[in-house]
């Protein structure tokens, strides 16, 4: 069972910058779509990235292109998302995410495993 685990979130000034980390077991990280996805309250889920292996591409949604960025590295099964010049409406909760596939629209995806996400917060 692939088990995924987020950390990283936090309370930070607009402007600033967080790391999300999100460690998977259970299987190897390379054999999967990795993403990010987030919600805020009163709002639905958003795919926030998505690194697909099978079209070797990282996607992004269009609000935070320019300022995140998702990595991996596979020898460590960690996925990472760099987010920087954080805004007010960045506050969520950020899951990270995975599937065998994943569609080349990020809205249409809807991954299988989720973590049990990661709050950050932006705030002044």
């Known amino acids: 069972q692939l088990q995924l685990v987020e950390s990283g979130g936090g309370l930070v000034k607009p402007g600033g910058s967080l790391r999300l980390s999100c460690v998977v077991s259970?299987?190897?990280?390379?054999?999967?779509?990795i993403g990010w996805f987030r919600q805020a309250p009163g709002k639905e889920r958003e795919g926030v990235a998505c690194?697909?292996?099978?079209?070797?591409?990282?996607d992004y949604t269009d609000s935070v292109k320019g300022r995140f960025t998702m990595s991996r590295d596979n020898a460590k099964n960690t996925v990472y998302l760099q987010m920087n010049s954080l805004k007010f409406e960045d506050t969520a909760v950020y899951y990270c995410?995975?599937?065998?596939?994943?569609?080349?629209?990020?809205?249409?995806?809807?991954?299988?495993?989720w973590g049990q996400g990661t709050q950050v917060t932006v705030s002044s």
């Open positions: 690194d697909s292996f099978s079209r070797n591409s990282i």
């Open positions: 259970g299987s190897t990280l390379e054999n999967y779509e």
């Open positions: 995410t995975a599937d065998r596939w994943s569609p080349a629209v990020l809205s249409y995806w809807n991954p299988y495993h």
